[in-house]
């Protein structure tokens, strides 16, 4: 069955660029999609097909998708940013999330 | 506006059932894939069942065999028939909503109903 692979935790400053990786074979080949969940709370669609926002997620968040690799990205990160980060792929009729990745602004 | 709203947890003793429940506002459930993910204390997001608008069915190995997806076009709900259950199925369960368009993904979810299997 497919993989996806999270770094279990990121730190950033605040004001800083943080970046949280999801790995899977050939990811590349397919569209990621990334949500945000922060405690207590349902998750929340921030980034889909690779690099697109919903409305109302701000611009300061964007995504990358290539070869086996899909980045989140968020720069100026603000307090507000501190949440657990889930990706997510579709792979021949399955939903399949990474492990999560917490990231906490210090 | 998209609302999902989801009931039925509650605390089971293995081997108990259980019928979750997921009511939906501001679309239609029949023109949409629809899904049940679970998160369990801690973990993270494990997609679980869906329903596509053909009526069709699929699940993951995980719950294969004791978990049923159906919905109730009157109603617009959507429910999940969960049997056997696992101290393993101890999670939150979310109803979330394919994309019209982009079935790849989820672009609404519901709030989560907690089931806890102990005995």
């Known amino acids: 069955s497919y993989e996806l692979t999270q770094p279990p935790s990121v730190s950033v400053s605040p004001g800083q660029t943080a970046s949280i990786t999801c790995s899977g074979d050939?990811?590349?080949?397919?569209?990621a999609y990334w949500y945000q969940q922060k405690p207590g709370q349902s998750p929340v669609r921030v980034i889909f097909?690779?690099?697109k926002r919903p409305s109302g997620i701000p611009d300061r968040i964007s995504g990358s998708n290539s070869g086996n690799t899909a980045t989140l990205t968020i720069s100026g990160t603000q307090a507000m940013d501190e949440a657990d980060y889930y990706c997510?792929?579709?792979?021949?009729?399955?939903?399949?999330f990474g492990g999560g990745t917490k990231l906490t602004v210090l | 506006e998209v609302q999902l709203v989801e009931s039925g947890g509650g605390l089971i003793q293995p081997g108990g059932s259980l019928r979750l429940s997921c009511a939906a506002s501001?679309?239609?459930?029949?023109?949409?894939?629809m899904s049940w993910v679970r998160q369990a204390p801690g973990k993270g997001l494990e997609w679980v069942s869906v329903?596509?608008?053909?009526?069709?069915?699929s699940y993951a190995d995980s719950v294969k065999g004791r978990f049923i997806i159906s919905r109730d076009n009157s109603k617009n709900t959507m429910y999940l028939q969960v049997n056997s259950l696992r101290a393993e199925d101890t999670a939150v369960y979310y109803c979330?909503?394919?994309?019209?368009?982009?079935?790849?993904?989820?672009?609404?979810w519901g709030q989560g109903t907690l089931v806890t299997v102990s005995s």
């Open positions: 097909q690779d690099t």
């Open positions: 050939k990811l590349g080949d397919k569209y």
């Open positions: 979330a909503k394919h994309e019209y368009g982009d079935y790849e993904h989820f672009d609404y």
């Open positions: 997510q792929a579709w792979d021949r009729g399955l939903w399949v």
């Open positions: 329903i596509y608008t053909d009526d069709s069915t």
């Open positions: 501001g679309f239609t459930v029949t023109n949409n894939y």
